[in-house]
Every structure is written in structure tokens, then in C-alpha cells.
């Protein structure tokens, strides 16, 4: 299994970017998705999700409403587009799949594969 996470990037405060996550070596519209985000000395915080079917997402409280993350069943890809960014936005980004999630989807422990991870940097 590989996830490959891309589109990461250095952005003015109240610009946009959108990252996305190529998956292979699994049925990808089996598995849910997620993005999570690591800041410099922080733990690892859940960013938003998405369902199999694209039908259920969720996102953070601090994210609800600038972010959208979406899934091309055709591409293997979730991709996650994040508007009005601030500087609270800078952190490495990573992408998840999970085939089930028994515990909580805000639990990094509990979403197995994982990408790489891509840096964006927000300046004020």
C-alpha cells in the first residue's frame, strides 16, 4: 500500500491550496480517507474525513468551513482543498486510509496506512 500526498506549499495568509493524496495497492473506494496535520511540537490532529462512498465528511472545528476534502473513485485520490488559510494552518499534512475505523476517525492510531506528508507554510 502506498499514498503519495502532493500539492503542499509556502501561501500568504488568506490564500489557498489543495493538497492530494494518490493511493495504490488497495480497492480505494473500499477504505475510508482522512487528512491529519502535524504543526512543529504538536501531536498529530485530525483535519477532516471522508467516507467509502463520499456520502458522510467530517471535518475539525478549526478547519469547518474553509476546508473541503473530496475522493475520485476513478483516480485512487483524496484530495483536500483548503481556502482562507492563516498561519495556524502551518503544518506537514498527511493522508489516511482506513478499511474500518472502530474508535473514533480523529484518532491517528486507529488509520493504518499513511503518506508521506507534505509541508504548507502560511505567513501573516
Known amino acids: 500500500v502506498q499514498l503519495q500526498a502532493s500539492g503542499g506549499g509556502s501561501v500568504q495568509a488568506g490564500g489557498s491550496l489543495k493538497l492530494s493524496c494518490q493511493v495504490s495497492g488497495l480497492t480505494f473506494s473500499n477504505y475510508r480517507k482522512a487528512w491529519f496535520r502535524q504543526a512543529p511540537g504538536k501531536e498529530r490532529e485530525f483535519v477532516a474525513h471522508?467516507?467509502?462512498?463520499?456520502?458522510?465528511?467530517g471535518y475539525s472545528d478549526s478547519v469547518k468551513g474553509r476546508f473541503a476534502i473530496s475522493r475520485d473513485n476513478a483516480k485512487n485520490t483524496v484530495s483536500l482543498q483548503m481556502n482562507n488559510l492563516g498561519p495556524e494552518d502551518t503544518a506537514v499534512y498527511y493522508c489516511?486510509?482506513?478499511?474500518?475505523?472502530?474508535?473514533?476517525?480523529?484518532?491517528?492510531?486507529?488509520?493504518?496506512?499513511w503518506g508521506q506528508g507534505t509541508q504548507v507554510t502560511v505567513s501573516s
Open positions: 489516511a486510509v482506513s478499511r474500518t475505523i472502530h474508535s473514533g476517525v480523529k484518532i491517528p492510531s486507529n488509520w493504518p496506512y
Open positions: 471522508i467516507s467509502q462512498n463520499g456520502g458522510v465528511t
